[in-house]
């Protein structure tokens, strides 16, 4: 699974790195078109390659030409060249009727890279980290079973849940699953759904699944902001966290190691949730209120800034981008973070329901058999005795 993380991960830097702005080469001679572009940058360009297209992009707004106003007509002194440079790099001073930079910026260039990454490798990469994740918990099923309740039920039950918690809990789960599959729908429908129910049923479900996705975030956002603040206490590091992780939780051996009301694995699940449902449900603001909401341009100037772009390899970070290339940014970060999540919480799912006996009566009745609460969070049943007055039995 982490294989899968990195790389689906490093497709991020990969795809940041194409629009990262690379140490500068030796200038090549552009004397003979008097320092415009020539065929062979075109061609390269062609071939993808990365140009440092500096001598384009700051040789703009600079005509000696007389300017819009004045009297030599509509283009002034300037040449045509100079203004679509102006348009093509978002210089130009254009005036539309509705307002917002997005309505004045005519010309961007990454569309086509955005397609091409959400159409590849994102649905690529992001299906196999899915069904591989999917296939290890099966092989995980098959080689250790069904984690059982090792002692003796006691039949007596302890309060694990409170109504208000586990409220908060099917609200955060219900929510994710419908956004996860409805995320699901709009970025692989096209792909797998027409081809099995047409175009006209895609149509109709692809709106549905957008007008779903839309508004079942906020109960998401809701449910994430109730799980913090009821949960975090109990979610913050501590030293039994370090035995718990040496031993594996004693997930592939026999024994128990000690934890309290929630085990090192489970704040790395409830960290996650709440770090990447928070980077998700960012990103997706920003896509509901299109060009509204710009994050990345600071966010690179950030990274840049703290040297963790050059750290991370990808050189400086341009840090001036198209409202376009903001929201293109925001979907596939969106995306690649919700893919991680959706691994993470499969593997939850997993535990929480038939990988281990007795763990789902948690967020069912809020109920757990004494002896699986001592199995396997025995510093917090002793908590919870020594608050009652009672104790510790052994
Ligand atoms: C739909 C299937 C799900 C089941 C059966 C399930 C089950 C459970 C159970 C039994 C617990 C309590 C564990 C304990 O008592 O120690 C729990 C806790 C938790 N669940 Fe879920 N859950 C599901 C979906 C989700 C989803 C979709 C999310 C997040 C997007 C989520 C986030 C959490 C978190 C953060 C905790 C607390 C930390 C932890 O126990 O790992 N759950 N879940």
């Given at each position: 699974m982490l294989r899968v993380l990195l790389v689906s991960l490093l497709s991020v830097f990969l795809f940041t790195s194409a629009t990262a702005q690379d140490a500068p080469e030796a200038v090549p001679d552009?004397?003979?078109?008097?320092?415009?572009?020539?065929?062979?940058?075109?061609?390269?360009?062609?071939?993808?390659?990365?140009?440092?297209?500096?001598?384009?992009?700051?040789?703009?707004?600079?005509?000696?030409?007389?300017g819009i106003s004045d009297q030599l007509g509509?283009?002034?002194?300037?040449?045509?060249?100079?203004?679509?440079?102006?348009?093509?790099?978002?210089?130009?001073?254009?005036?539309a009727s509705n307002s917002g930079h997005a309505a004045t910026t005519l010309v961007q260039d990454g569309g086509m890279r955005w397609l091409s990454f959400r159409e590849g490798p994102l649905v690529t990469y992001g299906g196999y980290l899915l069904l591989g994740t999917l296939g290890l918990l099966a092989l995980f099923f098959l080689i250790?079973?069904?984690?059982?309740?090792?002692?003796?039920?006691?039949?007596?039950?302890?309060?694990?849940?409170?109504?208000?918690?586990?409220?908060?809990?099917?609200?955060?789960?219900?929510?994710?699953?419908?956004?996860?599959?409805?995320?699901?729908?709009?970025?692989?429908g096209r792909k797998f759904l027409i081809p099995m129910f047409g175009h006209e049923s895609f149509a109709f479900i692809a709106t549905g699944s957008k007008w779903v996705?839309?508004?079942?975030?906020?109960?998401?956002?809701?449910?994430l902001i109730m799980i913090f603040v009821m949960w975090v206490v109990h979610n913050l590091p501590s030293r039994t966290d370090i035995n718990w992780l040496l031993k594996g939780?004693?997930?592939?051996?026999k024994g128990h190691p000690p934890a309290k009301k929630f085990n090192a694995g489970q704040k790395l699940i409830f960290w996650s949730v709440i770090v990447f449902g928070t980077s998700?449900?960012?990103?997706?603001?920003?896509?509901?209120?299109?060009?509204?909401?710009?994050?990345?341009?600071?966010?690179?100037?950030?990274?840049?800034?703290?040297?963790?772009?050059?750290?991370?390899?990808?050189?400086?970070?341009?840090?001036?981008?198209?409202?376009?290339?903001?929201?293109?940014?925001?979907?596939?970060?969106?995306?690649?973070?919700?893919?991680?999540?959706?691994a993470i919480v499969l593997a939850h799912i997993y535990i929480g329901s038939i990988g281990m006996e007795g763990a789902y009566d948690a967020m069912g009745s809020g109920q757990v058999e004494e002896?699986?609460?001592?199995?396997?969070?025995?510093?917090?049943?002793?908590?919870v005795k020594a608050k009652e007055g009672a104790a510790p039995a052994e």
């Amino acid at each position: 699974m982490l294989r899968v993380l990195l790389v689906s991960l490093l497709s991020v830097f990969l795809f940041t790195s194409a629009t990262a702005q690379d140490a500068p080469e030796a200038v090549p001679d552009r004397s003979a078109t008097g320092g415009a572009q020539t065929l062979e940058d075109i061609l390269a360009r062609q071939r993808g390659e990365t140009l440092d297209d500096g001598f384009r992009r700051d040789d703009t707004g600079n005509a000696d030409g007389a300017g819009i106003s004045d009297q030599l007509g509509t283009l002034g002194g300037a040449s045509d060249s100079e203004l679509w440079r102006a348009l093509r790099y978002d210089t130009a001073d254009v005036t539309a009727s509705n307002s917002g930079h997005a309505a004045t910026t005519l010309v961007q260039d990454g569309g086509m890279r955005w397609l091409s990454f959400r159409e590849g490798p994102l649905v690529t990469y992001g299906g196999y980290l899915l069904l591989g994740t999917l296939g290890l918990l099966a092989l995980f099923f098959l080689i250790r079973g069904r984690i059982r309740i090792d002692g003796e039920k006691t039949g007596r039950t302890i309060e694990r849940f409170k109504a208000i918690e586990r409220f908060g809990h099917w609200l955060l789960a219900g929510s994710f699953i419908l956004l996860g599959i409805t995320g699901l729908i709009s970025l692989m429908g096209r792909k797998f759904l027409i081809p099995m129910f047409g175009h006209e049923s895609f149509a109709f479900i692809a709106t549905g699944s957008k007008w779903v996705h839309n508004n079942v975030s906020w109960a998401f956002m809701l449910a994430l902001i109730m799980i913090f603040v009821m949960w975090v206490v109990h979610n913050l590091p501590s030293r039994t966290d370090i035995n718990w992780l040496l031993k594996g939780g004693g997930l592939l051996t026999k024994g128990h190691p000690p934890a309290k009301k929630f085990n090192a694995g489970q704040k790395l699940i409830f960290w996650s949730v709440i770090v990447f449902g928070t980077s998700i449900s960012l990103t997706g603001l920003s896509l509901l209120f299109p060009f509204e909401m710009p994050m990345f341009a600071a966010t690179f100037e950030k990274m840049n800034a703290w040297g963790i772009s050059s750290l991370l390899g990808l050189g400086e970070l341009r840090t001036t981008l198209a409202p376009h290339e903001e929201m293109q940014y925001a979907q596939l970060w969106h995306a690649i973070v919700s893919f991680v999540l959706m691994a993470i919480v499969l593997a939850h799912i997993y535990i929480g329901s038939i990988g281990m006996e007795g763990a789902y009566d948690a967020m069912g009745s809020g109920q757990v058999e004494e002896q699986w609460a001592r199995e396997h969070h025995s510093l917090w049943v002793e908590e919870v005795k020594a608050k009652e007055g009672a104790a510790p039995a052994e």
